[in-house]
C-alpha cells in the first residue's frame, strides 16, 4: 500500500465558527484528527488541505508542514470533498512525484476516532475492495421510524418490511464520517458516494460523534471531560 492521509480543514464554517481551529477541552479540534493519524502514519504522507493561512499556522505549530493552500474555487460552500480529495492526489503526484495507491481519507469533526480504529479499518482494505467507510448502527431504523410524505401528503413507511419491534427489523448502518480509505484509481473515476465495492468498519456511537452544530459541540465537551 501507498497510502496518501488527507485531512479536509476549510476556513468557513457556518455551524461554528472557526470550527476546525476552536479548542476542544485544551486542543485546536484539528490536532485530535493530526495526532490519531501520526500515530499510524509518518508525517509526510499526512495532507492538510487548507484554504485558510490561520489553519495552515495552527497546523504548523504541531510540526506538521502544510503543503499548499487549497484554491478559492475549492474553498466555497459549494466546494465538494470529492474535488479537494482530486485536487490533493493531483499535488503530489505532480509537485513530489509521489503516486499514492490509497487514500484515507480523516474529517476533522470525528475527533474521538483513534489509531486504533484507523488500524482495524486498513486490516479491512484490499484490492478487491473500492473503499472501506466507518458506520454505527443507526438508531433511524427506515423499516422502523423513517416516514416519507406520498403524493397525497401522508406519512408512508422509508422501506417496507413487517416489524412490530425495532430490534427484529434488519440492522441499518449510518456513516459516520470518521474514516474513508479509498482505492484512488477508482476515485479518480468514481466519486466515493457511487462506488459499489463497499466495505464497513463499525464504529460505537462514541467514537462515531461527528461535530456539526452547537449542540453536536456541546456534547462532544460532556463526552470529552467523561
Known sequence: ???????????????????????LGE??????????????????LICVSTDDPEIKEVVETLGLVVPFLRPAELATDDAGTYEVLLHAVDFYEKEKNNYPDTLILLQVTSPFRTKRHIKEALDLFDKDCEMVVSVKE???????????EDEDGWLVKSKEGNFTRRQDCPKVWEVNGAIYIINIATLKKTPPHQMAKVRKY????????????????ALAKVLLEN
Do not use: C
Open 202 to 217: 463499525v464504529m460505537d456511537e462514541r467514537s462515531s460523534h461527528d461535530i456539526d452544530s452547537q449542540f453536536d459541540w
Open 1 to 23: 500500500m501507498k497510502p496518501l492521509v488527507v485531512i479536509p480543514a476549510r476556513g468557513g464554517s457556518k455551524g461554528i465558527p472557526r470550527k476546525n481551529i476552536k479548542k
Open 138 to 148: 443507526t438508531k433511524s431504523n427506515p423499516y422502523y421510524v423513517l416516514r416519507e
Open 27 to 44: 486542543k485546536p479540534l484539528i490536532q485530535y484528527t493530526i495526532e490519531a493519524a501520526r500515530q499510524v502514519f509518518d508525517d509526510e
